[in-house]
């Protein structure tokens, strides 16, 4: 029996960890990954002490600050059921149930696919979710990145330095990435931008070949010649696990918590991108994580 599990241990789950640790609280983490989206971002310019870090770097300083305490750290591992009787019951993925006195749910959030045809074809065969995972494969490469946020433009930025061209295909007909990644974008010789346009249908033989785009005010078709396809176009919240009694989320499929960090659930908390917080940023969700592993600690002080 743990007084907390924490699910996730990205930014929100490694904080709380370090919080409910601190507080001599009996603690499990468990979590597909350590690190969570932050181990896919290139380089962190905006946390607070580094002027500039790998998101990898950050990941792992985190980790390491947590594994000085006696910790259950479970990787490679996914929430299925939660269930509250007298005390919380978790539903693994590998068949195990773990019991605790309260929960926080930090899960962040998922890749976003396009939908279109061939992408989950040849997902690992030129499809990629994760530029920094998988751009240096296609050095002195021709590439596409689907997405206009900064995600999309970090993405670009980074692929320019590995590969010889950049295409970005960009629905609407502006960037929505911070002024300073645009001007990046705008100076890279290599990087050329179509607005207005989607990807209709990925294809090629073994990998992929080449991405059919349409633009949106002509309904002109033509065909881009590719060896790979970056997807960046936003993420989803990592909710689709069952819950009884029903967790309360917004149409974005977020849990809704108050400024404590609580759900409707007592003594069920959440943090970091996957709440309906707003500004989904590693500093935010770290702060959130702190403040939800606190919000637990008294919760338990009162019983």
């Known amino acids: 029996m743990y007084d907390t599990a ?36 290139w380089d962190v310019e905006n946390y607070p002490g580094f002027k500039k870090i790998g998101g990898y770097d950050l990941s792992k300083k985190m980790e390491e600050q947590i594994t000085q305490f006696p910790i259950a750290l479970d990787e490679g591992v996914s929430l299925v059921k939660l269930e509250k009787k007298s ?42 979710y994760c530029s920094t995972c998988d751009a240096p494969l296609f050095k002195n490469k021709t590439t596409v990145v689907a997405g206009g946020g900064n995600a999309a433009a970090e993405a670009l930025l980074e692929l320019s330095k590995i590969a010889s061209k950049v295409y970005a295909v960009i629905r609407k007909e502006h960037f929505r990435a911070d002024p300073v990644l645009i001007q990046k974008i705008e100076e890279t010789k290599n990087i050329e931008i179509l607005f207005n346009h989607s990807i209709q249908e990925i294809s090629g033989n073994e990998f992929v070949e080449k991405v059919m785009i349409q633009k949106k005010d002509t309904n002109e078709v033509k065909t881009l010649e590719t060896d790979a396809v970056f997807v960046e176009i936003g993420l989803v919240p990592n909710t689709s696990f069952e819950c009884v009694p029903s967790l309360t989320i917004n149409d974005q499929k977020e849990i809704r918590v108050n400024n404590k960090g609580e759900t409707n659930i007592k003594g069920l908390f959440a943090a970091g991108d996957v709440t309906d917080i707003p500004e989904k940023q590693i500093v ?20």
């Open 87 to 128: 005390v919380f019951e978790a539903h693994l993925d590998n068949g195990k149930v773990l019991k605790s006195k309260t929960v926080i749910l930090a899960l962040g959030k998922k890749y976003q696919e396009l939908g279109v045809k061939g992408e989950k074809k040849f997902t690992g065969k030129g499809v990629s």
């Open 284 to 303: 935010i969700a770290a702060g959130e994580g702190a403040k939800a592993a606190l919000s637990a600690f008294r919760y338990l002080q009162n019983q």
């Open 6 to 41: 924490i699910y996730g241990a990205g930014p929100a789950g490694l904080s709380a960890a370090l919080y409910t640790l601190r507080k001599n609280m009996k603690t499990a983490l468990i979590s597909k990954d350590i690190g969570g989206q932050v181990i896919t971002t």
